[in-house]
């Protein structure tokens, strides 16, 4: 018996992923204002419209909750209650059996559901204009709302493992006082041009303090920072996976598209770089013989005696690290990333 449910569910799972056309992005408006989708997108389903389970119903004041133990999303708003079930064509509204042309399905791993029904069951009302691909909800009381342009244009990003975005840090860091875990951000510098490799003016990358180490005696001070997201100008995110690097010549080229790429050839056996403080002002930027944050002692040890051989002129000159906002570097990227904004 369970072997026959099983398949059941991987056959109606394979029959709706097939059933997903792969036409025009579509858009959504509550009240005439664009909705965004940061990681999954609205897709069609055996001709409804699914959206990612937030989002929509959180802008028309729903409150969301997913069951992760017996697969049911619950939405709430004023005194109307909707519950649906993964793979359920049964809904449920106020306590009352309703079904759907659709069920709720779970894909790429982001849980969908029907956009009309729900939107409706909420008390909005629903509408498609088939041109633009745009789903427009309007909620009570703002029936006079309209849609005053057209659904922005989606750009897409393509970013390739080894592209470095420059960046001019947001905040001031520093090995005295920041501590391990501290979020930061960073401006994506795109030069003259408007964007650089499709990451427009206002585009950030967050990040965080993987490792802080106060100078002690003849040990320098050393900031070790990590890369987590993007973040473009319209709010949305998408992750990365990005870690420090520098921007001289040694260490990057730039192709004939305007794009700074990391010199594997000479950076292949530093697998990060980290700022330690030798010289004057923020430090220097070294590479160290590990791919792993310096949290631990033996890290630190094996990394120390790597970084006193690339600073022999300043290696008795040992200080703190003292990033100040508007200092520039590089994050290189180790995953390509396609997203869009």
């Known amino acids: 018996m369970k072997r026959s449910f099983k398949a059941v569910c991987t056959g109606l799972v394979v029959v709706a992923l097939a059933a997903v056309a792969s036409a025009q992005q579509v858009q959504v408006q509550v009240d005439g ?9 609205p897709q069609y389903v055996n001709g409804r419209v699914l959206v990612p389970l937030r989002g929509v119903f959180q802008q028309l004041g729903a409150n969301v909750s997913w069951n992760q133990y017996d697969q049911t999303v619950s939405a709430q708003r004023g005194s109307t209650d909707v519950e649906l079930k993964i793979g359920s064509r049964t809904a449920t509204v106020n306590g009352s059996p309703v079904m759907m042309d659709v069920p709720p399905m779970i894909i790429d791993g982001t849980t969908m559901v029907p956009i009309r029904f729900v939107s409706e069951a909420l008390g909005a ?45 947001n905040r001031r860091l520093s090995s005295v006082d920041s501590r391990q875990g501290d979020r930061f951000t960073a401006t994506v510098r795109s030069g003259m041009s408007a964007e650089y490799i499709g990451l427009p003016d ?13 100078r002690k005696g003849d040990q320098p001070g050393i900031l070790d920072l990590s890369f987590d997201r993007i973040k473009f100008p319209d709010g949305h995110t998408t992750p990365i996976n990005g ?27 530093d697998n990060r770089m980290v700022y330690a403080g030798y010289g004057a002002g923020a430090g220097l930027l070294v590479g160290v013989l590990t791919n792993r944050p310096l949290i631990e ?25 003292t990033l100040v906002p508007g200092t520039e570097m590089g994050v290189r990227i180790h995953r390509d990333i396609r997203t869009s904004w």
Do not use: C
């Open 33 to 41: 204002n664009a909705v965004s989708f940061p990681n999954a997108q």
């Open 125 to 169: 009302q629903v509408g498609w204009m088939d041109a633009q691909q745009l789903v427009t909800i309007t909620t009570p009381g703002n029936e006079t709302a309209v849609v005053t342009s057209p659904p922005r244009r989606l750009h897409r990003v393509m970013i390739r493992a080894n592209d470095v975005i420059p960046v001019s840090l």
């Open 202 to 214: 206002g585009t950030m990358v967050i990040g965080h303090v993987a490792a802080v180490h106060p």
């Open 243 to 269: 870690s420090l690097t520098s921007l001289d010549n040694s260490h990057v080229r730039r192709n004939d598209n305007g794009v700074l790429i990391a010199r594997t050839d000479k950076n292949a056996k």
């Open 297 to 321: 002692d033996t890290v630190i040890g094996g990394a120390l005696g790597y970084i006193l051989g690339q600073v022999q002129h300043d290696r008795n000159r040992p200080s703190n690290v």
